[in-house]
T-cell receptor, first 114, second 112 residues
Framework: GAVVSQHPSRVICKSGTSVKIECRSL??????MFWYRQFPKQSLMLMAT?????????EQGVEKDKFLINHASLTLSTLTVTSAHPEDSSFYIC??????????FGSGTRLTVV | QQQVKQSPQSLIVQKGGIPIINCAYE??????FPWYQQFPGKGPALLIAIRPDVSEKKEGRFTISFNKSAKQFSLHIMDSQPGDSATYFCAASKSGNTPLVFGKGTRLSVIA
């Protein structure tokens, strides 16, 4: 079946630094990738949608300059949290989608900003 | 505006019981309705999904019932086991590679 690999699974960084999260579709080409954020005991909140080779579309309230999304190929999308602060600490999850495949989720990245 | 409303928020059942989780949606353009299971610290995993042209779909111990006129769908877990204890999310999306809209989730505990 379709597999999405997300790395790292956990990351701790200092306030003010940047963190990059990678999401790879291993056995299919992901036309579209989605990035979600999940706070403890809450649902997944869509942050942005990215199509290969295009600029990402961000949801209302999500700072595009803070959460940089790159989808340079059909198998790789990255989310960079720039100048991270403690309030950015959360669980970040990517999802890859393609026609006929449906939606496949990564295993998530627990970001802790200290 | 919450597009997909999920209930209950939490549910406790005895082993062997049949927990039922309900979702209601508002957007009639939705045509794909999946259910996901999520364990702590993990990403959501697809359990089962349905499209509006059928009223019920069964895969193993999981069954989706779909009522298009009422804009509601539900998940039934047959012969529930302690290993089914997790958070379950319903979701919906429109055709094409559009994002899933998630319900708020149901924390299920199956006790022996």
């Amino acid at each position: 079946g379709a597999v999405v690999s997300q790395h790292p699974s956990r990351v701790i960084c200092k306030s003010g630094t940047s963190v990059k999260i990678e999401c790879r579709s291993l056995d299919f080409q992901a036309t579209t990738m989605f990035w979600y954020r999940q706070f403890p005991k809450q649902s997944l909140m869509l942050m942005a949608t990215s199509n290969e080779g295009s600029k990402a579309t961000y949801e209302q309230g999500v700072e595009k300059d803070k959460f940089l999304i790159n989808h340079a190929s059909l198998t790789l999308s990255t989310l960079t949290v720039t100048s991270a602060h403690p309030e950015d600490s959360s669980f970040y999850i990517c999802s890859a989608s393609d026609t006929g495949i449906g939606y496949t989720f990564g295993s998530g990245t627990r970001l802790t900003v200290v | 505006q919450q597009q997909v409303k999920q209930s209950p928020q939490s549910l406790i059942v005895q082993k062997g019981g049949i927990p039922i989780i309900n979702c209601a949606y508002e957007n009639t353009a939705f045509d794909y309705f999946p259910w996901y299971q999520q364990f702590p610290g993990k990403g959501p995993a697809l359990l089962i999904a349905i499209r509006p042209d059928v009223s019920e779909k069964k895969e193993g111990r999981f069954t989706i019932s779909f009522n298009k006129s009422a804009k509601q769908f539900s998940l039934h877990i047959m012969d529930s086991q302690p290993g089914d204890s997790a958070t379950y999310f319903c979701a919906a999306s429109k055709s094409g590679n559009t994002p899933l809209v998630f319900g708020k989730g149901t924390r299920l505990s199956v006790i022996a």
